[in-house]
């Protein structure tokens, strides 16, 4: 049974630091992985896909690694800014389709 | 290009009744998921739908739960006699199917659901 955990539960930095979310999955044989945003209250906005056979997807100042073999995926944000403010989901895929998500990350980027 | 639309937002229930949650996928995708996020945990899977099939179940409630994807119309989540521990938040999600390489899961906005 795949189980995904997010590392740390909770981070609160200045706004302009450089920050890095961990995610690690004890099943390797993933087919994608996903990075999600949530706001309060709120859905989920998809930040970024990882196709087990990528290692890294970037998107403005998102850039979010894979190592498969490891059971290991990080969201590195540059330059956070208030509105960076949010949870962050990672969750992982398998030939089931169905998306295993961890518990999440509850960033709050102080001005 | 509209997204996944969920509705209705906020659904409040007394225990006993039923509860009706509709989800319309993005146009073009053939695949739904439903999730459900229980209040201070993580989103967990309940049912994976094609048009007019279940294809996996296995994280639904044995009963009470039940979910469709009819061939005309939008998904539905039912879940009948409402108890309290029914309260959360209700996520479907959808994908383009085996036309989309890459399964990426798009959500909509969820729906809230309160057992009073």
């Known amino acids: 049974k795949q189980e995904v955990t997010q590392i740390p539960a909770a981070l609160s930095v200045p706004e302009g630091e450089n920050l890095v979310l961990n995610c690690s999955f004890t099943?390797?044989?993933?087919?994608?992985l996903q990075w999600f945003r949530q706001d309060p209250g709120k859905g989920l906005t998809s930040l970024l896909l990882?196709?087990?056979?990528?290692r890294e997807q970037t998107s403005g100042r998102l850039n979010a690694s894979l190592d498969k073999s490891s059971g290991r995926s990080t969201l590195y944000i540059a330059a956070s800014q208030p509105g960076d403010s949010a949870t962050y989901l990672c969750?992982?895929?398998?030939?089931?389709?169905?998306?295993?998500f961890g518990s999440g990350t509850q960033l709050t980027v102080l001005p | 290009n509209a997204g996944v639309m969920q509705n209705p937002r906020h659904l409040v229930r007394r225990r006993g009744q039923e509860a009706r949650l509709r989800c319309s996928p993005m146009?073009?995708?053939?695949?739904v998921y439903w999730y459900r996020q229980l209040p201070e945990e993580g989103l967990k899977f309940m049912v994976y739908?094609?048009?007019?099939?279940?294809?996996?179940e296995s994280g639904m409630p044995k009963e009470r739960f039940s979910a469709e994807f009819p061939k005309e119309g939008p998904s539905i989540l039912r879940i009948q006699q409402v108890v309290r521990g029914d309260s959360a938040a209700y996520f479907c999600?959808?994908?383009?199917?085996?036309?989309?390489?890459?399964?990426?899961?798009?959500f909509g906005p969820g729906t809230r659901l309160t057992v009073t």
């Open positions: 990882i196709q087990s056979s990528q």
């Open positions: 999600a959808s994908s383009p199917g085996d036309r989309g390489l890459t399964y990426e899961q798009y």
């Open positions: 099943d390797s044989a993933i087919y994608n």
């Open positions: 739908l094609q048009k007019e099939n279940i294809i996996d």
């Open positions: 969750a992982v895929s398998g030939s089931a389709r169905q998306l295993t």
């Open positions: 146009k073009g995708h053939s695949h």
